[in-house]
């Protein structure tokens, strides 16, 4: 081996080499450059941190807040199914389809039912409901102008519990009754 190596270096000198793609596995090492032994020794930190921050971005991505909206009227919880229909129930912090998210949208916030991924909806003869979710559509944007009140961008009215009935959720011409007021849990 000495020999060997000696011969590769003195040819080597004389401006003839041998690939290092062509020399033994062990001697490879030997034919880096100082400069790309800098480079690599200079990566080494960023690629130690990449997984870390793959670890953090994937955690960070997949951690979405939910609350229950519980009427401070009733007292009952925002509910809704499957078949997009929204009522108030009894609060139960272990039912998922009480359970909303809200999604920054283009005029407000989406509110995303999290067991069924559909979002609360309106019209303006004040039915409410859920749809698959829109971030264009106006009558699925809700912004709360001031203290517990949820108003649809779209029609301009305010969610709360319905008239006559105390599990109907519905919009009307906002007002300060407790039935327009909610509260997150």
């Given at each position: 081996?000495?020999?060997?190596?000696?011969?590769?270096?003195?040819?080597?000198?004389?401006?003839?080499?041998?690939?290092?793609?062509?020399?033994?596995?062990?001697?490879?090492?030997?034919?880096?450059?100082?400069?790309?032994?800098?480079?690599?020794?200079?990566?080494?930190?960023?690629?130690?941190?990449?997984?870390?921050?793959?670890?953090?971005?994937?955690?960070?991505?997949?951690?979405a807040t939910?609350?229950?909206?519980?009427?401070?009227?009733?007292?009952?919880?925002?509910?809704?199914?499957?078949?997009?229909?929204?009522?108030?129930?009894?609060?139960d912090s272990?039912?998922?389809?009480?359970?909303?998210?809200?999604?920054?949208?283009?005029?407000?916030a989406l509110?995303?039912?999290?067991?069924?991924?559909?979002?609360?909806?309106?019209?303006?003869?004040?039915?409410?409901?859920?749809?698959?979710?829109?971030?264009?559509?106006?009558?699925?944007?809700?912004?709360?102008?001031?203290?517990?009140?949820?108003?649809?961008?779209?029609?301009?009215?305010?969610?709360?519990?319905?008239?006559?009935?105390?599990?109907?959720?519905?919009?009307?011409?906002?007002?300060?009754?407790?039935?327009?007021?909610?509260?997150?849990?």
């Amino acid at each position: 081996m000495g020999v060997c190596l000696a011969s590769r270096l003195s040819s080597t000198a004389l401006g003839t080499h041998t690939p290092v793609s062509y020399l033994p596995a062990h001697e490879k090492g030997i034919f880096m450059h100082t400069s790309s032994k800098k480079r690599i020794f200079r990566m080494i930190p960023f690629a130690l941190l990449l997984p870390a921050v793959l670890a953090l971005s994937t955690t960070h991505a997949s951690a979405a807040t939910s609350y229950l909206l519980r009427n401070n009227g009733s007292g009952d919880c925002l509910d809704s199914n499957a078949s997009g229909n929204a009522y108030l129930n009894p609060c139960d912090s272990g039912n998922n389809f009480q359970r909303w998210e809200f999604v920054n949208a283009n005029w407000g916030a989406l509110l995303k039912d999290v067991a069924t991924g559909r979002c609360l909806d309106s019209n303006a003869s004040g039915s409410v409901y859920t749809n698959p979710c829109s971030t264009g559509n106006a009558y699925q944007n809700w912004v709360q102008p001031s203290g517990n009140y949820y108003k649809n961008v779209a029609t301009g009215l305010c969610l709360r519990v319905g008239g006559n009935y105390l599990d109907e959720a519905r919009t009307q011409s906002c007002g300060t009754s407790s039935y327009f007021s909610w509260t997150r849990l």
